[in-house]
């Protein structure tokens, strides 16, 4: 059974950068996808970024460019790295993990099967 936990959330100003991470433990295999989704006040869970198969990163229009999804292997960790936050960024961020999902299945959260609790990231103006 894979678990994930996320850390790193906080309070931060616009304009500022945070670094969330997602600890990985149980046996996952080198087909396992982890991705970043988030959900806002009165917002539907969406799409951040993912890293495919433990090799190829794919990001939302909204954060392209400002975020970067990687991976710590010696922690089996991976990481968001979030720049140039803005109001917009605040929400709650979830790490999300499978190992049998396909390119196009990426950026629906349901086909997901594994969950962190989450983390809260405010940016303030």
């Known amino acids: 059974q894979v678990q994930l936990l996320e850390s790193g959330g906080g309070l931060v100003q616009t304009g500022g950068s945070l670094t969330l991470s997602c600890a990985i433990s149980?046996?996952?295999?080198?087909?396992?996808?982890v991705g970043w989704f988030r959900q806002g006040p009165g917002k539907e869970r969406e799409f951040v970024a993912t890293?495919?198969?433990?090799?190829?990163?794919y990001y939302s229009d909204s954060v392209k460019g400002r975020f970067t999804i990687s991976r710590v292997n010696a922690k089996n960790t991976v990481n968001l790295q979030m720049n140039d936050l803005k109001a917009d960024d605040t929400a709650y961020y979830y790490c999300?993990?499978?190992?049998?999902?396909?390119?196009?299945?990426?950026?629906?959260?349901?086909?997901?099967?594994?969950w962190g609790q989450g983390t809260q990231v405010t940016v303030s103006s």
């Open positions: 890293l495919f198969r433990g090799r190829t990163t």
């Open positions: 149980g046996r996952t295999s080198s087909q396992y996808t």
């Open positions: 999300a993990g499978d190992g049998r999902l396909i390119l196009s299945s990426i950026w629906n959260h349901a086909n997901y099967d594994d």
